[in-house]
């Protein structure tokens, strides 16, 4: 892998001068994404923060050939686009080289709406790389909830209210369900810990076939929190294993990381507004059914390390 | 009926002709979702693309939607796109309809017409393709199999013709045209790719060199904007499909142009109708010619845009005219083709009577006698004066 000395001496293909806010997790995310490979990427971006915060006619953020088509379809956007490489490399009409091709996607336009066009492109195993920046909401459109919606959190649409406290349902396990479709790579990443998502981002974009990574993106706006905390609070996702660091590679998963010492899950939850309300003495036990529910994904994935899933 | 191909003409249905002239295209990209009625071009397509027939990459999408998107990401990318859908899948299309005109991709697609849910129905009628006529695609509209098999090569070189760059939608009727077999002359492959020529991308993705963004966000100050240029060039089209038709007919001996008209230039009474009806209507006529009653028909061809001048100019002389509508706009003021020739009409010093009939929804059948009953209503309309109904549903 490259050294941070390498990576920060390439090229921006993402510049700056974008309109995503101040300590919002998807641009660091994209740069270290696009530094991953030394081919020429294509990408596209379902409508969300990142599209609507890179591009404003008549300007982008992109140094690549990017496309923006709709919400729901980024994977079958990016499915067309690699096909007609394919297309036209054999015919040669293109230069006979190497390309990336490169989706990125809320989780709401992964988990929820876009899930179908996902799980189609993972199916016929075109040639590309999913990107899912996960904030845990759709947080464009002000802050929504999603199904990657933490249990409790309280977003526009699912409040704190005076009798339901916030969002009431588990969130999916999107990278469970992908690694379900037998793709060469699946990962999930946090951007505070670029070594560990560089080194995922070069082996999915390495790999032929399907690959897929789901990234921790922090959001001040939508978490209440502050700006220059969010990659502090990246990385306690991480340590109170509530965001774990794995991979699964041609079937077989390996925790990439593992805390030294696991952080109680109140940590992350306590600096973050959204889940101000749960720490109300009779919300008490969400916070208890969370951490049950972590400790036990946390040893299934452990019980899991270096074995073929 | 037994099929006997007689000499220098192929038996095949609408479906085969279809998928046979995209054989013929070779188009880079195929993304396409099986739907009844147009299901056997997506089938037999995929056997030219498995018997390496065609080297179109053919991408077996989980959707309709996730076609169109596929195809406009492979169009974006430089590649030469074609794809097929019916009814629901079409409607399932609608968003994406949008984006690959405003983006101003060249893609090609049949459209077997089929009627839309709710009740279900497999059936033909037109209101799939009526639902996307705003959509900023060109639709030809054709009678036969024949006029699908030509319409598809000219609709290739009317959407990528560089003053208009829109995707265009060959339309015909399911199963009456789709599954009908039909004695048609075909083309050579080297008079196909003779005649579409080779495809040259505008601003494609794949050239990495030199790097563009599409689908930027567009706000007050430059939406407009996009959408007056989108306006421009599909009111461009209408001039490319007449010198698209005339080098076709040149070429091939069939011209097409903008709309058929039929026993129309001394016609008291004439009817407007698309696609399959129109061959029922006029054996309509015929019968009605020979009791001295001066029918006609007129048969659009290219229904977007819209030549409202041209189709004004060939009905300002006709006394009464039924505007027959294979769908409905539930406006409670008739069908799509009704007010779309009623409101062309509107110029005339002179106006005609033009009355609005539905007729044919989800399959119910059209015969001779229900022409036949419309054209009296037409010279009832003409002797008297008076529309008595202006919107009726028939057939019922
Ligand atoms: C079909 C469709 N439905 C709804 C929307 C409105 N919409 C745009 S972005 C968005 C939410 C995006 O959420 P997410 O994917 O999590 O990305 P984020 O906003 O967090 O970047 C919604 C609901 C849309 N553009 N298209």
Redesign the pocket.
């Known amino acids: 892998m490259a050294t941070l000395k390498e990576l920060s001496a390439k090229k921006e293909l993402f510049t700056g001068g974008h309109r995503l806010c101040s300590g919002c997790g998807i641009p660091p995310i994209v740069r270290l994404i696009l530094r991953s490979t030394d081919s020429p990427i294509v990408a596209t971006t379902?409508?969300?923060?990142?599209e609507v915060g890179s591009t404003i006619y008549p300007y982008t953020a992109w140094r690549i050939p990017w496309i923006h088509s709709?919400?729901?379809n980024a994977a079958a956007t990016i499915s067309g686009v690699e096909t007609a490489y394919r297309a036209l490399r054999k015919r040669g009409r293109i230069p006979d080289r190497d390309m990336k091709f490169i989706a990125f996607?809320?989780?709401?336009?992964?988990y929820d709406?876009g899930i179908q066009a996902l799980s189609g492109a993972l199916e016929r195993g075109h040639d590309f790389l999913y990107v899912c920046?996960d904030?845990g909401?759709?947080?464009?459109?002000g802050i929504?909830r999603?199904s990657a919606t933490p249990m409790a959190a309280a977003t526009t649409t699912s409040p704190a209210g005076d009798v339901i406290p916030g969002k009431q349902n588990w969130r999916k396990d999107l990278t469970k369900i992908v690694v379900a479709h037998d793709i060469p790579y699946a990962a999930q990443a946090s951007p505070h810990n670029w070594a560990d998502l560089s080194k995922k981002a070069e082996k999915a974009l390495k790999v032929k076939g399907a690959a897929f990574m789901n990234v921790m993106s922090p959001?001040p706006l939508g978490w209440y929190t502050k700006p220059e905390d969010s990659m502090k609070l990246a990385k306690l996702s991480v340590d109170t294993c509530y965001w774990p660091l794995y991979e699964v590679e041609n079937g077989v998963l390996r925790v990439t990381y593992k805390p030294k010492e696991k952080r109680p899950f109140e940590e992350w939850l306590k600096p973050q507004g959204r889940f101000k309300h749960v720490f109300k003495p009779e919300n008490a036990h969400l916070i208890e059914e969370s951490q049950k529910r972590i400790d036990l994904e946390w040893q299934r994935l452990l019980d899991l390390d270096g074995k073929r899933v | 009926m037994a099929i006997t191909a007689i000499k220098g003409k192929t038996a095949l249905t609408g479906n085969s002709a279809i998928a046979y002239g995209m054989k013929q295209i070779n188009p880079d990209v195929c993304a396409a979702y099986p739907i009844t009625p147009s299901t056997q071009i997506a089938e037999e397509f995929s056997s030219y693309v498995a018997d390496g027939a065609v080297q179109t990459e053919y991408v077996t999408v989980e959707s309709e939607h996730s076609a169109m998107s596929a195809c406009i990401g492979a169009s974006a990318a430089g590649a030469r796109v074609m794809t097929a859908t019916s009814s629901q899948g079409l409607a399932l299309m609608w968003?994406m309809l949008y984006v690959a005109s405003g983006m101003r991709l060249p893609i090609v697609m049949t459209n077997v017409n089929r009627a839309l849910s709710a009740p279900i129905n497999i059936h033909c009628d037109h209101s799939d393709s009526m639902g996307a006529r705003d959509a900023g695609w060109i639709q030809l509209y054709s009678e036969t199999v024949q006029e699908g098999y030509d319409n598809l090569f000219q609709a290739m070189r009317i959407a990528e013709d560089l003053r208009v760059r829109i995707p265009a939608m060959v339309c015909f009727d399911g199963f009456i045209t789709s599954h009908a077999i039909e004695n048609i002359e075909l083309l050579s492959d080297e008079e196909v790719q003779g005649f579409v020529g080779e495809f040259k991308a505008v601003n494609p993705l794949l050239d990495v060199e030199r790097p563009v963004t599409y689908g930027a966000l567009s706000l007050q100050d430059t939406y407009m904007e996009f959408k007056y240029q989108q306006s421009q060039a599909i009111s461009r089209a209408k001039e490319v499909v007449i010198e698209v038709g005339k080098e076709f007919g040149k070429r091939f001996g069939r011209e097409y142009g903008l709309f058929e008209t039929y026993k129309l230039d001394d016609a008291d009474v004439a009817v407007v109708i698309l696609n399959s009806a129109a061959g029922t209507t006029k054996v309509a006529i015929d019968e009605l010619r020979g009791k001295g009653i001066k029918a006609g028909l007129l048969r659009p061809r290219l229904y977007r845009p819209f030549p409202a001048v041209e189709l004004s100019n060939a009905l300002k002389h006709v006394k009464a005219i039924a505007c027959l509508d294979r769908a409905d706009s539930m406006s409670g003021f008739g069908g799509p083709l009704f007010n779309d020739i009623r409101s062309a009409m509107y110029e005339l010093e002179a106006r005609p009577k033009i009355i609005s009939r539905i007729y044919g929804l989800g399959g119910r059948d059209y015969k001779v006698r229900d022409a036949i009953a419309v054209f009296d209503e037409l010279e009832n309309v003409k002797k008297t004066g008076v529309v008595d109904e202006l919107m009726k549903y028939i057939t019922i």
């Open positions: 379902a409508t969300g923060c990142l709709a919400f729901e996607g809320g989780d709401g336009g992964t709406i920046y904030n909401g759709y947080m464009n459109t929504q999603s959001c | 968003e």
